[in-house]
Structure formats: C-alpha cells, structure tokens
C-alpha cells in the first residue's frame, strides 16, 4: 500500500528477520518488569507515518507497556489491532482500563462479538477477519508420516494448538479415541498447564503424539482429520487452514465458530461425533471443495488487505 514497515518490540527471537529496521525497546517484552522509557519510545516511533499496535494495548500482559505506548501516541495516526480484550479472560476481568482510545486512532477487531463489545463500552472498531493464503503450499503427507511412524491405515487425528486450558486437550484426546485414531498434539503446554496435559495424555485411551512438524503445510497433509474443540477463541486459525488444506475439522462451538460457520464453513460438531464418522466411513471430496471455495473467498489475504486499505482511505492515511 505504499508503506515502508519498520519493526518495534521488546525483542526478536533468534534469526528472525524483516524488511525493514528492527528496533528494541526494552520494557515492551511481555516478562519485562520494568515500563517502557516514553523517550526511548518515542525514538523509536519517530518519523512513522503510521503505527500498527499490534494487541499490546489490549490483552493486559504488560499493562505498564499498554499504557506508555498508548501515551505516546496520543493524537497520531495509529491503528489498534484487538485479539484478546481482557473482558474476554476471566483470570483479566478485572482490568478496565484497557484498551485505551484517542480520537486521532482507528481500531479493528478480528471478529464482530469484539467490535460489538467495544461499542458497548464506547470504542468504536472495525472488524477485519484474518487472512489466509489461499494457495497453501503443499506439505509432503509421505513423508510426514513416516517420521511420525504412522502407516497409511492409521486415522491421524490432528490438533495444532497450544496445549492451554481453553484449547480442551482432554475432549480432543476422546475425540481421536471414540474415532479409533491416533492424536497428535503439535504445541507445547503453556500457563502451566504442564501436569494436567500429562495426566490427561496418560489417562487417554489412544496412541499419542507429540513431535513437531517440519512445515504448518506438512501437518494438515499428514492429517487425516483436524480437531478444535476449544471453548473460546478470538479468531482460531487451524480449522480455516484446515479447510484451505481440503482436511475436514471438528470444530468447538465457540462463539467465533459460529460466526465463522455463518460464512458458510462447514465444520463437524465436536459434541456429536456421528456425522464426522459417517464422512470418514464414506469421504464426500465436495465438501471439502465447498469448505475451501468459501474460506479463500471470505479470508484471504487480498479479502482482508482489501478491508484495511478502505480502513486507511477513509482515515486518509494511505500515501
């Protein structure tokens, strides 16, 4: 769009690179204890034309980051992209101050339920869905699944998620199991969620997997079937890469899920096992064909950068 993009944050992971200047502002980082120096800040930002906050200002893991930055760019041409408000979090509900609004800023939601929970408390926002590659690169399945030591009669049954509460570990182990599958958990167990994984990977009534993928493309072609059970998500990424990959998914019924399915995706219920089995019995390739036909239309990359440069226009930002 005309932009030159320049990176600020509390710090990169090794070998990550970028286009553009890569900057470090200590007190950014999510463990960081001590705040943001506001001149070191505004250092950073100076001579940008535009500044992308990208959930620092919402989800309250470095309240004090949130709040400097917010300060800083009082009054400039800003946008704040809003994944996780802490209303949504129970563990955050106490957190009222964030996020913070100017008039000079514009917002954008992931999903409508945000956008609409921010008009309820005053903030006006725009939804723009994340995007996706419609042309995935393909993944080698073969050999995916010769290192996992998974034959080709085996369901492999998919979960490519953090291992966290919220992401329901224990329904997508019985899933696989009442399927007759092997589960394969990609992430690791974060928020301490260590010991429950354990006891619940140990408790599990089928094989189980936890070794990583080479590519994100390499697991939805390993896979047979993914599984998303979770109870809340902003967005959830994996059943609409699922889909763009033609794999089917059992999806949670979370309430971004069924604003999603009201696209037109048409995921398996994770509560109701019998119309995911009955597929599997007998594959229907036109669903997949559907399901993909609708994701690439409705979330693609051009889709979603065409919603933020009519956002831009309008707040007569673009160069």
Partial sequence: MGFDVDWVAGGFEPGWHADGAMTVVPGLGI?????????????????????????????????????????????????????????????????????????????????????????????????????????????????????LGVDDDTLLVAHPVRAIPRKDVGRAIKIAAELGGTYWLLGPAEDGYGPELERLLADGLCPVLREPATTRSDVYAAADLVVFPSTWEGFGNPPVEATLARRPAVVGDYPVADELRALGLEWFPADDLGPVRAWLADPDPALLDRNREVAARELSLDRMAGRLRALLDEAGWLT
């Fill in 31 to 147: 463990d960081d204890n001590d705040p943001p120096d506001p001149s070191e800040l505004d250092e950073a930002l100076a001579g940008a034309n535009l500044v992308v906050v990208e959930n620092l200002c919402t989800i309250p893991l470095n309240p004090a980051a949130a709040h400097a930055v917010g300060d800083v760019l009082r009054g400039r041409p800003t946008v704040l992209h809003h994944h996780d408000p802490p209303w949504q979090r129970e563990r955050f509900a106490h957190v009222t101050d964030l996020p913070p609004d100017d008039p000079a800023w514009r917002h954008v939601t992931i999903n409508d339920l945000t956008r609409r929970q921010m008009a309820d408390r005053g903030i006006a926002a725009t939804t723009i869905h994340n995007g996706f590659d419609p042309d995935p690169p393909p993944g080698d399945r073969v050999g995916t699944r010769a290192g």
